[in-house]
């Protein structure tokens, strides 16, 4: 029978970090945040139910600033007043043992004023 390396466990060289394996699900945007970028309960369980196989987790981009909102529902950590929200979806991230990323953005230029 095969033996598949992306099963076991890795640790990356530089950091005492390890993830479970090496299925990682990449960032895709879902645009389930509300207007504002607050996390919304949805989204809590959009990402808890991809969640649990894989070793590493990486959001949907969040916006670092108000400037630099590329779409309406995209997240947003540009505010402390985020934190809570942004925790309980790194919890729901990591309930089973997935490491949580979170995939920091601005749109920088190609923003729009309407949004």
Known sequence: MTKYSFLQPYTFE???IT??????IP????RMSFEDG???SDEIAYYAQHTGGAGMYITAVSNVNSLGKG???ELSI????FLPGLS???SSIKKNGTKA???IFSAGRMSSTAI
């Open 14 to 16: 530089n950091k005492n």
């Open 19 to 24: 993830l479970k394996n090496r299925v990682v």
């Open 27 to 30: 960032p895709m945007t879902e």
């Open 38 to 40: 607050t996390v919304t």
């Open 71 to 73: 779409f309406e529902g």
């Open 78 to 81: 540009a505010d402390d007043r």
């Open 88 to 90: 309980d979806l790194a």
């Open 101 to 103: 990323i979170i995939q």
